[in-house]
DNA sequence: GGGGCCATGTAATCGGTTACATGATTGA
DNA sequence: TCAATCATGTAACCGATTACATGGCCCC
């Protein structure tokens, strides 16, 4: 149910299409929030069906134009003002390191550097990012640099982590 | 799939039943992990068709004891040593950040003051069970141990980045 | 006898993923 | 004319969640 605040938040601002939704949805909260063709043209009949959306013209191709209402703006506000409920972690990494022992000490190892090689790449394709936004003072890019500093953040503590972790097995 | 390797990394061990295994799950690695009990009863069933478990036994009440096969053994090895494919961050919490210019700046600091206490209730329990298992020397205790790390050290990285959200909004 | 635990299962529903299907318009 | 892009949709499947259903066994 999160996929539609993110439509509505976008739609805020102005009317589009879902063709239109999808190319800025993906160079900016697909990062957070990942989501496929189908299931943004599927939740966007949905939300016409709950009229928190209409389609406020039509083009060529087929093209609908969809228009936030008065209902849809309500609801993208209440969610704003929601705070999520903290949900579980679910990591496929951190449940193989339950059975570390059922492996070589090599191959215990390995479950580290390997997180840890990925965690160094991902960094610096994030610090790429940052420079490429760095000068943009758009709404989505002001507000997207703090969830892109989240994403610093998790990285250079999955660096560590990896980094005791190792440690940690050696002693 | 990977409730599935979950159930052979305990299964691994030793035989037990669905009910057995639901019991040790929830109190280990259900923290990284979450099953229900109908899932775990169902995954079972498939994973005994898949011939990774057999039924070692039978005792009261309708109970099945499961046995880890050589090809469940396998199963394990080899997916301890395949890297798990980075996945995509989905977080309710971050893309609520794209939207902040939608509420009042109030509301906008609450998004961050929300998600700060909730991180520091959660470090308190963390510690908790830090102190719960220090004792413990067996497999899950020693291995839970470094997820645990994990754990703390995303929640701090969660209640610094707030912060530091906090303090850039204000300024 | 009855409460609490042991023990397993089914059904409905939901969000997400992958793949497929279709076709119009535009510009080189 | 033909490739690229615009544009929307359906279907099958999968894992997870919630709720419901059933009943046996043990000990006080």
Do not use: C
């Not at 009317?15 to 496929?36: C, E, H, R």
Request: net charge negative.
């Amino acid at each position: 149910m999160t996929l539609r605040h993110a439509l509505l938040g976008l739609l805020d601002d102005e009317p589009a299409s879902g063709y239109d939704l999808m190319k800025v949805f993906n160079s900016s909260m697909a990062n957070v929030w990942p989501a496929t063709q189908s299931q943004v043209y599927t939740e966007l009949n949905k939300m016409s069906d709950a009229e928190l959306i209409t389609v406020s013209a039509e083009g060529a191709r087929g093209r609908k134009d969809y228009a936030i209402t008065d209902t849809g703006r309500t609801e993208l506000r209440d969610w704003m003002r929601t705070p999520p409920k903290p949900k579980a972690i679910r990591s496929d990494l951190l449940l193989r390191v339950f059975f570390l022992d059922v492996v070589s000490p090599a191959d215990a190892r390995a479950v580290f550097t390997a997180h840890r090689d990925s965690a160094i790449a991902q960094r610096k394709r994030l610090d790429e990012i940052v420079g490429q936004i760095a000068s943009n003072d758009d709404p989505i890019s002001t507000n997207g640099r703090i969830a892109l500093e989240f994403g610093l953040r998790k990285t250079d503590m999955e660096i560590g982590w990896a980094q005791w972790a190792l440690e940690r097995l050696d002693s």
